[in-house]
């Protein structure tokens, strides 16, 4: 049974998530949200466009004051089967840990990944510990015949993709 992404009422109980906004635009942004979820669960192409996922991801990550690391869990057809933020951290990195990446790929028996997550410095260029941990997972996720398709980093302007740029 697909569950349905979250994201939408997490990112209201998150004090921490804009703060700057005011109560009506958080709700705003909240809707904005649960739209592009229903889109991606209804449409059977919906990640046929690399651009609608930054735009998603972006709404997702984007101006956080610490980093998360996401992944969207895809079926075989590339759909979405769910959002989930895996791991938070500090103003400058997060832990991200393959074990977990992989359990999670098993229980939702994903095909493939996006892997995300945003520098809250607003810096979308991608460290060597970005890169790195790209490829543990992806060896980890090989290992489990799970496609890591893209991992893209979030900040201000356009998202940097690492599969864009060749680390894939």
Same mark, same amino acid.
């Given at each position: 049974m697909k569950t349905?992404?979250?994201? *939408? #009422?997490?990112w209201l109980n998150d004090p921490l998530r804009r703060p700057e906004l005011d109560t009506d635009d958080q709700q705003l942004v909240a809707r904005a949200i649960r739209c592009l979820e229903a889109r991606y669960q209804v449409s059977a192409d919906?990640?046929?466009?690399? %651009?609608?996922? @930054?735009?998603?991801?972006?709404?997702?990550l984007y101006g956080l004051t610490y980093e998360v690391f996401a992944v969207?869990?895809?079926? #075989?057809r590339y759909r979405v089967?769910?959002?989930? %933020?895996?791991? @938070?951290?500090?103003i400058n990195g997060a832990n991200v840990y393959p074990r977990e990446v992989v359990r %999670?790929?098993?229980?939702?028996?994903?095909? *493939?990944?996006? /892997?995300a997550h945003n520098h809250p410095s607003g810096i979308t260029e991608p460290s060597q510990a970005d890169v790195q941990i790209t490829q543990r997972l992806q060896a980890a996720l090989g290992l489990i015949d799970v496609q890591v398709l893209d991992?893209?980093?979030? $900040?201000?302007?356009? $998202?940097?993709?690492? *599969? %864009?740029?060749?680390? /894939?």
């Open positions: 349905p992404p979250v994201l *939408a #009422s997490a919906c990640l046929s466009s690399p %651009e609608l996922t @930054r735009q998603y991801l972006k709404l997702c969207l869990y895809l079926d #075989s089967i769910q959002y989930r %933020e895996l791991f @938070r951290g500090t %999670e790929c098993l229980h939702w028996n994903a095909s *493939a990944v996006i /892997l991992h893209l980093i979030v $900040g201000d302007g356009e $998202g940097v993709s690492l *599969a %864009e740029r060749g680390v /894939l």
